[in-house]
């Protein structure tokens, strides 16, 4: 219990930047017509912050297809999020790992696989950090939800920006070597690029694997 304990400390600095975007969440929620228990429902059943936005910009535009098609993609980064980690879960029951899946977050995931390489991660630490941005998110999101009233226009005060930045800092604990900071800076140009040539959030797995194939290939080029 005591791996539990730090996983879920160890969410107390992201937990202002989560709640900030939770707290948008909520407002925009209420925008589209929401009431605030609806709001809590979608964030307890897809638990997905950018997926969520994604449902609300098109709520009420597009039918109910194209909604869950577009989320899809927006959350197929799972797959490479989940490749990453999986080889930490080996030994564990397909309950747990089914759980894990379920409540992974990209930041839980980015303190899990980073305690995972320091040699300390457990399944009980990346519960605890799954679980921490959990409650986190879904108890901002139904505060934001419900204060909404209070908040015209949550754009003004660059709420949007809190969550990139969060990840920012996130990033920097995996800088450790030239490889690294190269992929990083590659990957957020193609993601730039991308961004401007393709549809919708495709740009997102595009970067995403083109990324990780440069890294692969920088590894390789760098044992030889």
Do not use: C
Request: glycine share 12%; charged share 10%; net charge positive.
């Amino acid at each position: 219990m005591n791996s539990l304990r730090r996983g879920l400390l160890a969410t107390l600095p992201l937990a202002p930047g989560t709640a900030a975007f939770g707290l948008l969440y909520g407002v925009m929620a209420r925008q589209v017509g929401l009431r605030p228990w609806e709001a809590a429902a979608m964030s307890i059943i897809v638990h997905a912050g950018s997926a969520q936005f994604t449902v609300l910009g098109m709520w009420g535009l597009a039918a109910p297809l194209p909604i869950v098609l577009t989320t899809l993609v927006v959350n197929l980064r799972h797959l490479l999020m989940g490749a990453s980690v999986a080889p930490h879960l080996n030994g564990l029951s397909q309950r747990w790992k089914a759980l894990l899946a379920l409540w992974m977050s990209d930041e839980s995931y980015a303190l899990a696989i980073a305690e995972y390489e320091r040699g300390s991660g457990n399944h009980w630490y990346f519960f605890g950090a799954n679980l921490g941005i959990f409650l986190a998110w879904i108890t901002s999101g139904f505060v934001g939800a419900l204060v909404a009233s209070a908040v015209p226009d949550p754009g003004r005060y660059g709420l949007d920006l809190v969550f990139p930045l969060a990840f920012l800092g996130l990033l920097m604990s995996f800088l450790k070597d030239r490889i690294g900071v190269l992929v990083a800076v590659a990957s957020a140009g193609l993601a730039l690029l991308g961004a401007a040539l393709l549809p919708g959030k495709w740009y997102v797995i595009a970067a995403g694997l083109m990324g990780s194939a440069l890294g692969v290939v920088l590894e390789k080029v760098n044992r030889t």
